[in-house]
């Protein structure tokens, strides 16, 4: 008797997931398929490659060990020419199999994907197999893209706060008798710490590294795959540790709330050369690939602050991210794709500049950036918005560019979450969806922010002349280019009249320099 095949993609790897709702394990099978495309639309880095090829083949023996048949299509070391190479293909290739044999499903049944076009791809292929698909809610949100939706109907504009706020009243989350705990519902103005650059507490001191998973026999395979066949890809696996399976997740996320959440907030937009992990989480893989429940690691980071254990302004910086600011990014995404990801409305026509495949920069907080994404597939919000992000928005980088890297070198890059927020947070592509403002600022941010301006060659204060920061050449160049644009917003009035004080030749000077700038790295 006919049953349902229900796809799992490699960031669903979630046995309580709605996919499974009504799953009759004498009738129906799982599908799950792992495909060149998958790792080549995007010059995929080696270690995002390595967690999700890890997890889903640990999935997979999770499922098997349970007596679930698993229709489960490996990649090979080398490329065959029959070889299915996207995820439609892949799908009718097992349909026609399953055809053939006589085990036809009469359903397809998959949870919402995190990528437009994968759906597209599903549904592409149900409906030349003529087979019905069913597209179910993903539970592993707080909410829905229909809830969203709502929030968003007849609102001029959309922010964070006006959508977290809701949620943390309807969630019971850090409320006390119906009021915000600690009578306000932001602490952002406590959690801008950074390390001192002098004295005896220079710098961060010793840092609580983060527990690590060394490669089990199941990873050390995928790493071997992936050395021989994707070994011209980006980043480095020789010290892959990220956590592939349920358990280690969640082992993960205790260490996090043991050991780093309480200075968190205080140190969450610092910077310090060469300390990659600093008091981050490192669990937005773990999230994105569903291995962690966000209701288990914000009731986590709640209860540490309920037990004293951490401040108030640590847990609500660290649940801010999860419940809200990863909410809204989902919210953003699915409410305007798929033309949400042509947008460019700052007219950013560069190219990328070819340091960022390689840190081949003298500037030494990108090649800091760089370098450690590079070697770990990993670099932390800051960096990631105030460094590699910013440096492209100054320099009038294609916004499409700098997505298709974003979501090429991070190991937690799904697009639902990456595309909004390097599109819209980062490149101020939108013109003001996601953030009210562009983030641009100068060298002195960076120099305020981290340690990597005292090593480094180029002043943070010249804008102008041999040793000019870059980042302070362009910062000017770019409200110079924009003023006109920018003159609306009220939140850019203070950095437009700085620019104003300026004599007329230093502008032409310092736009001259520019222009010379972004010419030698095209």
Not at 183 to 210: C, V, Y
Not at 215 to 238: C, M, Y
Not at 252 to 258: K, R, S, V
Not at 323 to 350: C, I, K, S, T
Request: with cysteine; proline share 6%.
């Amino acid at each position: 008797m006919p049953g349902r095949l229900i796809l799992v993609l490699g960031d669903q790897l979630d046995r309580r997931s709605s996919g499974f709702d009504g799953f009759d394990r004498h009738r129906d099978r799982v599908w799950m398929a792992e495909v060149a495309e998958e790792s080549t639309h995007v010059w995929t880095h080696k270690a995002r490659i390595a967690v999700f090829l890890a997890a889903m083949r640990h999935f997979r023996a999770d499922l098997v060990a349970e007596g679930i048949d698993v229709d489960y299509t490996p990649l090979a070391s080398a490329a065959a020419p029959t070889e299915p190479t996207s995820l439609s293909a892949a799908l009718l290739a097992s349909l026609a199999r399953a055809r053939e044999a006589g085990r036809a499903p009469d359903g397809l049944v998959v949870v919402e994907p995190g990528e437009w076009r994968v759906r597209a791809l599903l549904e592409d292929a149900a409906a030349r197999a003529g087979i019905p698909l069913e597209i179910r809610r993903d539970r592993h949100f707080f909410t829905s893209t229909e809830e969203f939706a709502t929030h968003a109907r007849g609102r001029k504009q959309l922010r964070l706060e006006y959508f977290y706020r809701p949620l943390r009243e309807r969630h019971g989350i850090l409320m006390d008798d119906g009021e915000p705990a600690g009578g306000q519902w932001n602490f952002d103005a406590e959690n801008r710490g950074t390390f001192p650059k002098s004295g005896p507490t220079r710098g961060p001191g010793t840092l609580p590294q983060p527990v690590r998973f060394p490669p089990d026999a199941i990873t050390r395979e995928v790493i071997d795959l992936i050395d021989a066949r994707f070994a011209g890809h980006p980043g480095s696996l020789d010290t892959f540790d990220w956590p592939v399976t349920p358990d280690a997740a969640r082992a993960a996320l205790d260490d996090f709330l043991a050991h780093r959440l309480a200075r968190f907030g205080q140190y969450q937009d610092a910077i310090w050369t060469g300390e990659p992990w600093l008091y981050h989480s490192r669990l937005s893989q773990c999230l994105n690939m569903k291995l962690l429940d966000p209701r288990d690691v914000v009731a986590g980071a709640e209860r540490a602050y309920r037990q004293g254990r951490v401040p108030l302004e640590a847990a609500e910086g660290f649940i801010r991210q999860v419940l809200g600011w990863r909410e809204y990014v989902r919210g953003v995404y699915w409410h305007f794709m798929p033309e949400y990801e042509r947008r460019n409305v700052l007219a950013a026509d560069r190219p990328l500049p070819a340091f960022y495949w390689t840190a081949d920069t003298e500037m030494n907080c990108v090649r800091d950036a760089v370098s450690q994404t590079l070697r770990h597939g990993y670099a932390h919000h800051i960096q990631r918005l105030m460094v590699t992000g910013l440096f492209a928005l100054l320099a009038g980088v294609t916004p499409q560019e700098v997505h298709r890297w974003y979501l090429a070198v991070y190991v937690d890059a799904v697009e639902w979450v990456e595309l909004p927020n390097t599109l819209g947070m980062s490149q101020f592509a939108d013109g003001g969806v996601m953030a009210s403002k562009p983030y641009c600022a100068s060298g002195a941010y960076l120099d305020r922010m981290s340690n990597a301006c005292a090593g480094c060659r180029f002043d943070p204060k010249a804008a102008v002349g041999a040793d000019a920061c870059p980042f302070t050449t362009l910062y000017w160049d770019f409200l110079a280019r924009h003023e006109r644009r920018l003159a609306s917003n009220p939140r850019m009035t203070m950095q437009l009249k700085n620019l104003g004080r300026k004599a007329k030749a230093d502008v032409r000077a310092i736009r001259r320099q520019a222009d010379g700038l972004r010419d030698a790295l095209s």
